[in-house]
T-cell receptor, first 112, second 112 residues
Framework: ELKVEQNPLFLSMQEGKNYTIYCNYS?????LYWYRQDPGKSLESLFV???NGAVKQEGRLMASLDTKARLSTLHITAAVHDLSATYFC????????????WGAGTKLIIKP | DAEITQSPRHKITETGRQVTLACHQT?????MFWYRQDLGHGLRLIHY???????NKGEVSDGYSVSRSNTEDLPLTLESAASSQTSVYFC???????????FGPGTRLTVL
């Protein structure tokens, strides 16, 4: 069964701390996406990772992809309250046009 | 600016009624998707289309149908609404794999 597992599913942390969200997947793929969703809102693309070893950074967020380990990480550096949201990873199956399998999401709460 | 819109944004209906959710995009994307989002399940694909007159079933297509008569629109119809179809529905579009999906604002559907 194709699975995308995120952990943790819920994370409460203090401002200024560092933390990592993990996304493990069970199929061969070298395309992985990270999205952000604010409460009651739609999904917004954060990163597109298209090859083994890909690393993307924007602000306090950095995403990486290890296709051999079937693992992507989303690292948060010196967290700020505005980063509170739910973060989803999605894996492209690559055997058809744009079939994505989604993780359940990680709800991140950053306390001032 | 190009955008993707959904209507209605909120809908309450009764069991057994037919319901149609609209999705309209001005990106001129060939690929369009319908997802449902339920707590603890991430996003699940309902139907998708790669172009005019093309429609395909996703992992949770039972009880739903779509039609694609032009590039801009992919309406989602619930043939006979059931309480299990209470959910938030997102429409998305993209030009090709490797490019992130653009999501609409979502429709919150309640079936009583």
């Amino acid at each position: 069964e194709l699975k995308v597992e995120q952990n943790p599913l819920f994370l409460s942390m203090q401002e200024g701390k560092n933390y990592t969200i993990y996304c493990n997947y069970s199929t061969t793929s070298d395309r992985l996406y990270w999205y952000r969703q604010d409460p009651g809102k739609s999904l917004e693309s954060l990163f597109v990772l298209l090859s083994n070893g890909a690393v993307k950074q924007e602000g306090r967020l950095m995403a990486s992809l290890d296709t051999k380990a079937r693992l992507s990480t989303l690292h948060i550096t010196a967290a700020v309250h505005d980063l509170s949201a739910t973060y989803f990873c999605a894996v492209d199956l690559m055997d058809s046009n744009y079939q994505l399998i989604w993780g359940a999401g990680t709800k991140l709460i950053i306390k001032p | 600016d190009a955008e993707i819109t959904q209507s209605p944004r909120h809908k309450i209906t009764e069991t057994g009624r037919q319901v149609t959710l609209a999705c309209h995009q001005t990106w001129n994307h060939n690929n369009m998707f319908w997802y449902r989002q339920d707590l603890g399940h991430g996003l699940r694909l309902i139907h998708y289309s790669y172009g005019v007159q093309d429609t395909n079933k996703g992992e949770v297509s039972d009880g739903y149908s779509v039609s694609r008569s032009n590039t801009e629109d992919l309406p989602l119809t619930l043939e006979s609404a059931a309480s299990s179809q209470t959910s938030v529905y997102f429409c998305a579009s993209s030009e090709w794999s490797g490019i992130p999906l653009f999501f609409g604002p979502g429709t919150r559907l309640t079936v009583l």
